[in-house]
């Protein structure tokens, strides 16, 4: 059972690590789906304002409460996000509302922080009317995979991928039901672990594959790391605890840095791709949420 307090911090920051993450999932597909598809490109954009609202309320309530590992982890914002965010709308001509993303680069944590029942309250009102609008991303993000899938749609994301950003958002609600059920989610370590590595090694292969084909030394790498994740997911039940972590931990700093350097060279137009910044920075921010995960779980 967590206490009123964990609740409120913890939520908040699952909120503002997955609101983020929900709307940039909206603003991928909204870029590149055709422009025949007016209908479903308005309802990405629509969900995705959605979430930004949300966002922007929880970063309005996050000051001061949230902790210092979570602000140090740069899973909320990094150093290249308002500039990936600046540059990505500005190429696709979609919205990004970069005032949020200045309030959080802002943010601070106190551990002196006194807040009461009220707080409580308005963060388990946030919690559901995110979950109202995860349900309807969910729904449309599973008609889009079905209508890609029949070839009814062309978008220039892989079905994988649309596949990937449904099974985070399915990862998000269960979490969200959990907390206002005032528990973390149950899982078993290689449940949690296997999550986690199939999305690091499932980015490696969208890297690999929005890459030009002439960045090879950087495919290369991409190959390896997609091999070293898939292997981790088939040894976690073999594995000891301590090992496994090790490993994952290892791994995961490995790509952090490689993502690091992909969204920088991105950014500063040194790598030739068919990927924006913004998609850098989303699955850096990713392997930092991850990292912290890891380290909470080694103890
Ligand atoms: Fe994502
Ligand atoms: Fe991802």
Redesign the pocket.
């Known amino acids: 059972m967590l206490s009123q307090k964990e609740f409120v911090r913890v939520s908040l920051e699952i909120n503002l690590f997955f609101q983020r993450?929900m709307k940039e999932h909206l603003f991928f597909i909204e870029t590149n789906l055709q422009k025949v598809e007016a209908a479903n490109i308005q309802e990405a954009h629509v969900l995705k304002k959605s979430f930004e609202q949300l966002l922007s309320e929880t970063v309005s309530y996050a000051n001061g409460v949230i902790s210092e590992e979570a602000i140090q982890a740069n899973e909320f914002v990094t150093p290249y996000t308002l500039a990936a965010e600046k540059t990505t709308s500005e190429l696709t001509g979609a919205s990004i509302n970069t005032r949020i993303t200045k309030e959080e680069l802002q943010l601070v944590s106190d551990p002196y922080c006194n807040y009461g029942e009220r707080l409580e309250e308005i963060i388990c009102d946030l919690n559901n009317r995110s979950l109202n609008i995860l349900e309807q991303v969910i729904v449309f993000q599973k008609k889009l995979i079905d209508l890609s899938l029949k070839c009814k749609i062309f978008i220039t994301l892989y079905d994988e991928l649309l596949e990937?950003?449904t099974r985070?958002a399915i990862y998000y609600r269960a979490t969200l039901k959990s907390l206002q059920l005032r528990q973390k989610p149950k899982k078993t370590l290689c449940e949690e672990l296997n999550f986690w590595n199939n999305?690091?090694g499932?980015?490696a292969q969208?890297i690999d594959g929005l890459l030009d084909p002439t960045e090879e030394a950087l495919k290369d790498r991409a190959e390896s790391f997609a091999k070293m994740f898939e292997r981790l997911v088939e040894e976690c039940a073999k594995l000891a605890e301590k090992e496994i972590l090790e490993r994952s931990s290892g791994a995961t700093e490995d790509i952090r840095d490689y993502k690091s350097a992909a969204t920088k060279g991105s950014l500063e137009c040194q790598i030739k791709s068919i990927f924006p910044p913004l998609l850098g920075d989303?699955?850096l921010r990713?392997a930092n949420h991850y990292l912290r995960i890891l380290k909470t779980l080694s103890g």
């Open positions: 993450i990937h950003v985070e999305i690091m499932e980015h969208f989303h699955v990713e």
